[in-house]
């Protein structure tokens, strides 16, 4: 530990609470929590938490160089300063009883010729040697070993050397070192190899660091290097060394003493001082010369399963003790951990603790891990059962539905709802809406069969309106309405009354054909809803059967729901009172009932008895209270219109209601936009809402195969939750998906990639194989031995030269052919064997030595096995395969 003019500090190798800072004297503090009883009332605060009481004060060693505190426990506060003439001193701090202490205080131990002590340091297995550090001189050496426990005749010291120390008792002189080493040079640092204790690396002047051995000093290991400062060992990796010049840190592995393992950035001031942390690993500490900033180098080692060491990731970050004032010098602490204290040039002290840096790390699973310091802290989500559906994460929801296989339900399409769990109103209107869509266009497909019988001259005419109609019900209603022409307006009388009404209702096939979508009525002209009014009685939605019934004119019926939901087990006993304010209703404007029913209906908190009255109080073409009622279900809103607005309000109000659930990105209004590019934009906001790629992949596949499946959204939705299914490790329901994928969309389907060519004519052998015709030439001249229907292709069918032998059986590597007749008495599973191969038998082999096997032998072979089954290889072949351990989480 150096010491000038600036001062240094130096942590007690004994006490992790006391330090010294040297300067022109040597200063003894504690340092304590703030405010406790052992800190004194002059105590100097070094942080919000902690400050440091003197406990003493050392000025009898002038023109002090350098410190080193004696490293064992006793005696304990004694201290080695090596002087300006070359001089060491052992000194101490306070009073000590013991009486080595006292025998040893005051000791100097000088050189043949004075010059300055540069850097000491004790031996950390015999404590009675001491190496000292000089600058140059012709006739002496600069590294002088010292025994403190040796005793030496005062008669050959020079009286100019006692009158120099000042010291008259020369007794405590001693003048021959235990060792001599570094003949004509300087030594500027050096530090004992933890290793062995015998071992010294020297930093001199002749630009090189040399590792001295003191069994045998004329042997040295040395390298040519500017770095000759500061040398400093790494107390967590004994061969790693730190060496510094002017700006720049050498950092040097021992075992390869050729060149410095790396250079860290040059700083553009010189460096003062270095320092390994004693309680983290690979933690370098730097301090540049009038700087508040200390540079902390992170050295992350990553191994390499072959064996090959790379040069290691250094993560730079800088802290600022103190705010503003410059730092002369630093000390970690010798057991806090990261924690170190740090000095000014006028003596402030601050105490700091360098915060590690946080780790993330996102599971695919939502587990977030995060990692400070010593300490691992994981944060799960709560998969208790009082956690509601709604708090889970969209990743955890996604997560759960594909393991339900939501989405591959390709007859009842409505069912997907109820894979997903069946609480989400707007998946529950999006897969209706689905159903609803295919349905009406396999009517439309059934519709253009039906017409290819009639005849030629009618034909082309009507499978073209059959082919628009389906690409019509694709482009959903907003589109539908825009084309319908041919609207009559009727006014129909209240079912069971003769009473006419002047309420208008409008007929065309496209509002039909709308109604048809939003499931109101099925195939055909009339408009029947008792099938949906009975639907929906089942599933007990008792409020909006009685709304469409009224819709539909028949308000009898209205009441005769109503009631049968107030008599149900669990129904609403107020719904017959809202059936008898029903039975009132009276078309006179003026009267009472629509009177009170206009002032009251707001106060109803079932959203469809609201628009009930609503609709029975509203003027003719003017149903705000029922179209704008956002909590009534969209398709029921658009139903009505098409009921009840003419061409000219229609169009309007679907165009206000689909910017709407585009804005909202609300999957009720795929109704609307159907699967066309306003759908998709739809999509896009919805998946900007909620991250749910899941749902937007199987919905954008469901539309006719067109425009919108090569839409760049719409494929990034899709290949972002194939990547999540294989994150999940849900292997095989991300190839479910894939062939799902390509039954809908067949352009998808990808071409072969990887395929097993011969290594003497470069043909493919599985095209080959299944190229062979079988009429007139026999298997035995490709090499098949064994039964047709197990057959193997041990040669290639293009040059028949022999392939491969697998390493471990050392047979020839074979592919089952699928097309072998099979014999007329042998019982086979025709769906099993349609596979080209059974998957023990495929190629397999290492990327890096190439050699390999059948892959059910691999299999067998590495699950007790790392290296490579051939002989004298010794690639580790599972090793390289990331891979080759896991374990898919569907299949557990």
């Not at 699973?365 to 995060?370: D, G, I, K, P, Y």
């Not at 395929?755 to 298997?779: E, L, T």
Request: overall charge neutral; glycine content about 6%; aromatic content about 8%.
């Amino acid at each position: 530990m150096s010491s000038g003019y600036k001062p240094d500090i130096l942590w007690s190798p004994h006490h992790a609470d006391r330090y010294v800072i040297c300067d022109n004297e040597l200063s003894l503090y504690r340092i304590g929590p703030a405010g406790s009883s052992e800190t004194k009332a002059g105590a100097l605060p070094l942080s919000e938490e902690t400050a440091a009481t003197l406990l003493a004060i050392n000025s009898d060693t002038p023109y002090m160089k350098c410190v080193a505190w004696y490293p064992k426990h006793e005696p304990e506060c004694l201290l080695a300063v090596g002087q300006a003439n070359g001089r060491v001193v052992l000194t101490s701090l306070g009073q000590s009883h013991n009486s080595k202490c006292k025998e040893l205080m005051g000791k100097e131990f000088v050189p043949k010729h004075a010059r300055q002590c540069n850097t000491l340091a004790w031996n950390p297995v015999d404590s009675n040697w001491l190496a000292a550090g000089l600058d140059k001189h012709r006739a002496d050496f600069s590294v002088l070993i010292w025994d403190i426990s040796s005793k030496f005749s005062p008669e050959a010291v020079p009286a100019e050397k006692v009158r120099m120390s000042g010291d008259a008792d020369s007794g405590l002189v001693v003048t021959k070192p235990l060792y001599e080493l570094g003949q004509n040079d300087a030594c500027l640092s050096l530090c004992w190899l933890p290793r062995d204790h015998q071992k010294l690396l020297l930093a001199g002047m002749h630009r090189n660091l040399a590792i001295f051995d003191l069994r045998n000093t004329s042997q040295k290991t040395f390298v040519n290097t500017k770095a000759i400062q500061g040398v400093t060992v790494d107390p967590h990796f004994q061969d790693r060394v730190a060496s510094f010049f002017e700006g720049q840190v050498a950092i040097w592995d021992l075992r390869k003493f050729e060149k410095p393992v790396f250079t860290l950035t040059e700083q553009p001031k010189p460096l003062t001082k270095v320092a390994w942390c004693p309680t983290r690993m690979g933690l370098l500490a730097t301090l540049t010369r009038d700087s508040n900033i200390i540079r902390l180098y992170d050295m992350q080692h990553t191994p390499m399963p072959f064996g090959d060491e790379v040069e290691p990731t250094i993560i730079e970050r800088s802290v600022q003790p103190c705010s503003e004032s410059i730092i002369s010098s630093f000390a970690w602490h010798p057991s806090a951990q990261n924690r170190m204290v740090v000095v000014s040039p006028n003596r402030i002290m601050n105490d700091f603790t360098v915060f590690e840096r946080i780790s993330l790390a996102w599971s695919s699973t939502t587990s977030l891990m995060w990692a400070c310091g010593r300490h691992l802290y994981e944060c799960a989500e709560d998969a208790g059962q009082g956690a509601a559906a709604a708090e889970k994460d969209i990743a955890t929801k996604m997560r759960e539905r594909a393991q339900s296989r939501y989405g591959h339900d390709t007859v009842q399409v409505w069912r997907n709802h109820v894979l997903a769990g069946g609480d989400d109103p707007q998946l529950r209107s999006l897969w209706y809406t689905l159903h609803y869509i295919l349905q009406c266009s396999a009517v439309a497909l059934q519709g253009t069969s039906e017409f290819l019988l009639m005849k030629q001259y009618t034909e082309n005419v009507e499978q073209k309106q059959q082919s628009n109609k389906q690409s019509l019900i694709y482009s959903g209603i907003k589109n539908i309405v825009k084309s319908s022409s041919g609207t009559t307006e009727t006014r129909r009388c209240w079912s069971g009354s003769d009473r006419q009404t002047d309420v208008p209702r409008y007929h065309s096939e496209e509002r039909s054909l709308a109604l048809q979508l939003c499931g109101w009525i099925s195939r055909g002209p009339d408009i029947d809803v008792e099938p949906f009014l009975k639907s929906l009685e089942q599933e007990g939605e008792w409020e909006r059967a009685a709304a469409v019934a009224l819709f539909n004119l028949d308000i009898r019926r209205a009441i005769q729901i109503l009631h049968k939901g107030a008599s149900s087990e669990k129904g609403d006993l107020n719904l017959n009172v809202v059936a008898m304010a029903l039975s009132g209703y009276t078309d006179e404007k003026n009267s009472l009932w629509r009177e009170m029913c206009s002032s009251l209906r707001l106060q109803l908190k079932k959203p469809y008895l609201c628009i009930m009255f609503a609709f029975l109080t509203s003027e003719p073409g003017a149903y705000d209270g029922v179209l704008y009622e956002s909590r009534v279900a969209v398709r029921d809103r658009v139903a009505f219109a098409c009921m009840f607005l003419n061409d000219a309000q229609l169009p309007r109000f679907i165009e206000k209601l689909t910017n709407e659930m585009k804005e909202a990105g609300n999957l009720e209004g795929i109704l609307l936009t159907g699967l066309t590019k306003d759908g998709v934009d739809l999509m896009e906001s919805y998946v900007d809402r909620t991250g749910d790629v899941q749902t937007a992949s199987f919905c954008m596949l469901k539309g006719s195969p067109g425009e919108v499946l090569k839409d760049p959204r719409v494929q990034c939705w899709i290949e972002n939750y194939r990547n999540l299914l294989d994150a999940w490790r849900f292997w095989h329901k991300r190839a479910e998906f894939d062939i799902h994928r390509s039954k809908l969309d067949p352009s998808s389907k990808p071409l072969a990639q990887v395929f097993v060519s011969c290594n003497f004519c470069g043909k493919s052998i599985s095209y080959s194989c299944s190229a062979i015709p079988h009429q007139g030439r026999g298997f035995s001249q490709y090499g098949v031995s064994g039964s047709p229907t197990k057959s193997k292709v041990t040669s290639c069918p293009g040059c028949r030269k022999p392939l491969p032998r697998c390493a471990l059986c050392l047979m020839n590597m074979g592919t089952p052919v699928s097309s072998c007749p099979a014999k007329a008495d042998e019982k086979a599973d025709l769906t099993r064997d349609k596979k080209l191969a059974q998957f023990n038998n495929w190629f397999t082999w290492c990327h890096n030595c190439r050699h390999g096997g059948h892959a059910g032998h691999m299999l067998s072979w590495f699950r007790d096995h790392s290296e490579c089954p051939v002989s004298a290889c010794t690639c580790k072949c599972m090793q390289l395969d990331t891979t080759g351990n896991l374990v898919p989480c569907d299949s557990v």
